[in-house]
């Protein structure tokens, strides 16, 4: 166990050392570029694209009249910059998750949900996210959507998902606003 919570903390403070405080504050996506670079972050997946009403979970996923769909949600058009990196080395992606959390001073928190509350985590690997490997159990899925600067111009969107010891993910939408 001792060994373990060593590796936790060296993790933690490595993660510190790629992430400043305020990285948020110059840009959000150096969030995102600099998350890429870290050794205990393999990428997956990388997107960019242009999208028009994309819709932004502000609730959790329910199935309503046979169709799934948000408690809440807001539809944005802009640019959107998507990351899945799978947490490797034994780290878990919601350590991750809360130490990014903690580097996004002036963030305002849009929406937050844990474990079942979120709704069932194979609709949010598949139809919101569209990345099968996001699955993970139930319990063991985090999401947030943030305004990053507080101004209206951003959202950022992040998924923390676990299937097994072995099969920890993180996905992260950023999406800048068209004004």
Known sequence: MLVRNRAVFLFLAGLCLWLPPGASAESP???LTTLDAFPHARQVNREELEVIDHE???????????????????????HL??????IVDGFSSSEVLEEIEGKLEGARLLF???????????????????QRVLYGRDDEQ???VYDPEGNGDYRLLL?????TADRQYLHAELLTLER
């Not at 998924?159 to 299937?163: G, I, Q, T, V, Y």
């Open 29 to 31: 996506a150096a969030l």
């Open 56 to 78: 932004v979970g502000l609730g959790a996923l329910q199935k309503v009249r046979g169709n799934w769909r948000f408690e809440d949600s807001e539809r944005l058009t802009g």
């Open 81 to 86: 910059l998507r990351y899945t990196w799978q």
């Open 112 to 130: 937050s949900c844990d474990g079942r509350g979120c709704g069932r985590g194979v609709e949010w690997a598949n139809r919101v996210f569209e």
């Open 142 to 144: 985090h999401y947030r």
């Open 159 to 163: 998924f923390s998902s676990a299937r």
